[in-house]
């Protein structure tokens, strides 16, 4: 009798255990809590983003012809052109709160610009670290409402291509000037007088960008024909011009990888007393003559 009651113990005890084994289930873990989306997120290595892949074209803007450059997207169609990019983290007055109507990752804001609102939409992704992605629609017409709708139709196509993670990226050749860190070409002591004493090189976001003091140098692809007289320059072919209180020095090159299109590089000086004027424009020149020669040059055919 013992040895049989003692197995059936044993036996009702393992079958307790194992019944009990069967019902246990694991404490569930404890929810995470959203992560605010970053512009370094949500873009990546900012020197070599494609804003183009930001745009879905055929949605946005059906039939424009979209050209990336360094530091944005620029799509044409007829007297619209759509704009994405550049970034920019300065504080904006004419940034206002807007009540977007679509979805929005965690510590994303979209919000608008009232600077030239006649002719423009302006939209504004800023990021959770400050840093925001402009959008803008110009034409024409007088349809802001029209404009406005193409504007937040590229909020969305930017924002779904951000959250799908598929954001292009550029690719620069041998010789492209997109490969040229610029604030390396304004630490010259040629520079000292037209850019100020004192004066430090300060990149911008994108890296294609750089300011010391009254001078600035712009590294993109060309988007505009060229216009004005041309003049030799620090060995290059180049155009001089005022626009406000700016004297400019344009210069171009073939962009490598690119055909039909040109790269460019933008010297411009400031005139802090007033409009530039030929004084100022000296001062562009004598830049141009420090900066230009320090460019890589094409590939002789």
């Known amino acids: 009798m013992y040895p049989r009651l003692k197995s059936s113990v044993v036996a009702m005890l393992c079958a307790l255990l194992a019944a009990g084994c069967a019902s246990t289930q694991a404490a569930p873990e404890p929810a995470s809590e959203p992560t605010p989306l970053t512009a370094s997120a949500a873009l990546g290595d900012f020197g070599t983003v494609d804003y183009c892949s930001l745009l879905n074209v055929p949605e946005v803007a059906p039939g424009a012809v979209a050209v990336p ?6 799509a044409g169609l007829g007297s619209r052109t759509i704009l994405v990019g550049p970034l920019a983290f300065d504080s904006d007055p004419n940034i206002k709160p807007y009540a977007y109507q679509g979805q929005v990752p965690d510590g994303v804001a979209i919000q608008q610009s009232m600077f030239n609102d006649r002719t423009t939409c302006t939209r504004a992704i800023t990021f959770a670290d400050g840093n925001r992605l402009d959008l803008s629609v110009t034409d024409t017409g007088t349809d802001q409402a029209a404009r406005c709708g193409v504007a937040d139709a590229a909020v969305g196509s930017a924002l779904a291509v951000i959250t799908a993670n598929k954001v292009g990226r550029l690719t620069f050749p041998e010789r492209s000037w997109g490969r040229v860190a610029p604030c ?12 100020g004493p004192g004066s430090r090189p300060a990149t911008g976001l994108s890296g294609h ?3 010391r003091g009254k001078i600035s140098l712009k590294l993109t692809v060309e988007t505009a ?3 004005g007289p041309a003049e030799p320059l620090g060995g290059r072919e180049a155009r001089v011009r005022t626009a406000g209180a700016f004297c400019l ?3 171009t090159q073939p962009a490598p990888g690119l055909p039909g299109r040109r790269e460019l590089a933008e010297i411009s000086v400031v005139e802090t007393a007033g409009t530039a004027g030929d004084g100022t424009c000296a001062q562009a020149r004598t830049a141009a003559a420090a900066i230009l020669p320090r460019l890589p040059a094409p590939e002789k055919p």
């Open 249 to 251: 020095v344009d210069t």
């Open 225 to 227: 024909n060229p216009s």
């Open 209 to 211: 960008s750089c300011i």
């Open 184 to 195: 390396v070409l304004l630490e010259s002591h040629d520079l000292d007088t037209a850019a």
């Open 69 to 74: 450059t360094f530091e944005n997207c620029q």
